[in-house]
């Protein structure tokens, strides 16, 4: 008897991702314009205050967007 080997086929493609990857463009353009409007206030302070604050706005976008990367790969906002 020959066995064959067991093959899964990969799922069938969603919308999810198209829609998710362009919210998520829409979302970090709006982000990044909001950060840009406060370059002048950031500009202003001392170098050793500025790395600080642009380590955290780089990485700020993350916590909201984290549901929507969740649902991209899901299909479930939690």
């Known amino acids: ?10 799922p069938p493609p969603t919308w999810r991702k198209p829609v998710g ?23 202003g302070l001392p170098v050793l205050a500025q790395v600080p604050l642009y380590l955290v706005l780089g990485t700020a976008w993350l916590l909201p967007l984290r549901r929507l990367l969740i649902w991209m ?6």
Do not use: K
């Not at 919210?23 to 500009?43: F, K, N, P």
């Open 1 to 10: 008897m020959e066995r064959r080997p067991h093959f899964n086929p990969p």
């Open 73 to 78: 790969e899901t299909g479930r906002w939690g």
């Open 21 to 43: 990857i362009l919210a998520l463009l829409a979302a970090l353009a709006i982000y990044g314009a909001i950060v840009m409007s406060l370059g002048d206030r950031i500009g």
